[in-house]
């Protein structure tokens, strides 16, 4: 069955509840798309082939018995490498942790497997999730199954391509300043970087602990909204996790978006590309069309996000990563790849005494200012709608050996990470047939309008409809 | 002495809560095979985060009360970045400039016995690392790390530089212990390294020190060096260590040189300090707020409620004995010392008063006789002492009357003592311990035999 791999959640998990497709089936298909696609794009570090499998004819199992269960039940994921899974090798991408298997799993594994999802494998991405086009990894690039000489985005690489490739139907991410909505956008998927506090960070690998966020990919909103509903929430590990509870993301969501005022911030639209600019307008026109109302709106010092982004998070990588010393467990310091000894450098710097004031409590006033830019945008505003990326996928190698060129990348998704506010990235077209993603922002913990507002749009257009040809 | 001495004290204190400082395992590790009190969050493995142990930070902000600090409305943890086998993380998570509770005092008593206050920073609230043994195993020289200790609640108490002797921060330091413990945060045990104390010193001229202008005392200025004591597992050789770091720098001092910044630790065996790390190669801890705990916020009234829960303080229970019981400050300060002790003598006095026994001779009993009071039962003790205190009820007169009876029914034995029989008067004695039921003194019994027999 070859359109297996076109499936939704929505679809597959309706077919295996009234038993026409069994969860064995689809993610034997999965695995089967992932081992034989991994030689070309390189998605996978690890592919969970026993594990799931059993779990598959566990919920065909429970299915038979006429259980109840999960949208999920049977979902073939990919997880980033970067989420602790009990029992399965958990490299972070880095050599450093080749042959580091955790003894737990992280929190929103644990809640997928409670939801008795199918993890099919552990994805690629930059070793600690440190860069934005996936070619960092001490595992080799990801490739962008659009066009295979050009990076799928990153940090999260294998985990949009595993989705965007149909080799999973669903993929765990990490958003620290871009990884997940970038990638999406790159690979014409929708990707999520929710409220920080809104999904534990618990179990997951931290890059930049006040700055990361747990998401996912989907092949479209609903979707998306189903993988929400399981993972939002606390746990009761992580002191950050909001207590307020999660809302039912799937409820509502195909309430129109009329009267709703959308935000164009002038500062994202400057100086770019003008092809980019075109299409982001052009899903502007559509949400006009069906009843918003859209208004110019200023988020004055977005140009220091970069600069202080990059102050903020090598600080807290310099910290993070200290534990990763060989004695305990995983390989010695040598194994440090070249991004992630330069953001420790950097950290160890601009943290040291004498220098603190000047560059990470500065940085903090600016992030704050940052975040009052939001603040009050939401004032005037229900959502800000921007491009994602300031290029198109570029490729493989031409901005490897120009950091500054790379940390650019990020420069309009860095700002929700430092206000914390969460992001919807979705598909909107393509340009010399390569995709282009749109960012819906919102307030805090508005992750239920972002979806309304992303479902209404991709009603229109269904981009996800158009597979990439591999 | 020509100088000074200048010292300040750092003590820290293992806090005896059920679980670690971040995690639920448990933190009663003394004794326990190694590395089975752990989990992924004490073990610092890859994507574990921490969760503030709540009755921790009630521990500290009750000490802080206890001390007379002032309690931060908002605090905060923040990551100390340094780098040991022994810790988990690479950062032991503590806190630097928002700590729970700033500027106490405490009162110690000097030498010469004149009160003195010693200025307290701040109490602030961290987690012990942990612990490291140096063995051969297999012919190998190796070094094995236990983390049962890593992440146990561990509360820093800093002290302002005004100790001037090693006596004082002796008393100081007992006295922090004394409070720990009538508060019950911690067992504050030294051998156990429930308590470990590292005292700053330096010396100051004495010239400096005497220049008065007005009547007041110049300013005192701190010593442009400091020397940090590490290694210290007992009160003994905290002093011992002082005094010897004392002569040292004044050494130094006389040379007309300045004693190195430095840290250095106490050599038990030899009674002296090694320097260990000089001030060139001082850690630079980098200190940034901890990212994976929220900044904490009290009120006014959960203060109060700290304040209020305070059970009776070493002092306060020191000056009520005094007053209440009409003891002496001695006896006083004695039976406050331990505060079991100081609630065992409060139950025998209310258990007494029904005999009329006298809280006095109560106290002079459990001072002089040391009752094991894990199984004496107060009233037990009462009853011990009525009975005790019965036997001299017999006077001066009545004791006579019997011992004349005794002499005259025993001629025989009165006859042999006269002989120079001595055994012949342990014969009276008897009689005359039978004659009182008991009731007398045999000393007291034998002397009047004696005197009655010689006249």
Redo the contacts between chains.
Sequence with gaps: MSDLSNLTIQEASRLIQSKKLKALELTEASIGRAKKLNQKLNSFITICEEEAVSQAKKVDKLIANGQKMNALAGIPFGIKDL??TKDIR?T?GSKV?EN?V???D?ASVARLNNANACIVGKTNLDAWAHGSSGENSDFGPTRNPYDLSRVPGGSSSGSAVSVSSGSSLAAMGTDTGGSIRLPASFCNIVGLKPTYGRVS??????M???LDCIGHFTKTVYDNALVLNVTAGED?????CTAQKPDDYTKDIEKSVKGLKIGIPKEYFENLDRKIKGLILEAVKKLEKLGAIVEDISLPNTEYGVAAYYIIQP??V??N?????G???GKTREKFGSEAKRRIILG?YT???GY?DAY?LKAMKVRRIIRNDFVDAFKKVDVIVCSVSPTLPFKLGEKVSDPLQMYLADIFTVTANLAGVPSLAVPCGFIDDLPVGMQIIGPDFSEKLLYQVGYAYEQETKWYGIKPKI | MKYAPVIGLEIHIELATKSKMFCACSADYFGAKPNTHTC?IC??????????NVKAIEFTQKFGSAVGCKLLLSSKFD?K?Y?Y?DL????QISQYDLPFSTEGSLQIKTEKGDLKKVRITRAHLEEDTGKLTHATINDRRVTL?DFNRSGVPLMEIVSEPDMESANEAKVYAQKIRQIARYLGISDADMEKGSMRIEPNVSLRKVTEVSKVSNGTKAKKELPPYKVELKNINSFKFAEKAIDYEIKRQAEILDKGEVPAQETRGFNEQKGITVSQRSKEFAH?Y???PE????PLHFTERQFEKIKNELSELPDEKYQRFIKEFNLGVYDAEILTREQKVAEYFEEAVKAGEKAKISAKVIANFIINQKPNIEKVLPADLVSHIYQKTQKTHISDDELEEIVKKVLGENKKAVEDYKKGKDVALQVLVGAVMRESKGNVDPQKAKAMLKNLLTN
């Design positions: 989420f602790s958990t972070a942790l580091y955790p003894v737990y992280a960070r618990y179990g997951v690998i931290a930049a602990s006040s009761g590990f992580d002191s950050t600080s807290e310099s910290s990563l200290a534990r990763y010393d004695i305990r467990f160890t943290l040291s005494s603190y990470y | 992924p073990l610092g493995l890859p994507g574990a985060m921490p969760k503030a990551r970045n780098f086998p988990a993380k690479g950062f790390v630079d980098r200190y940034f990212p994976d705990l929220p």
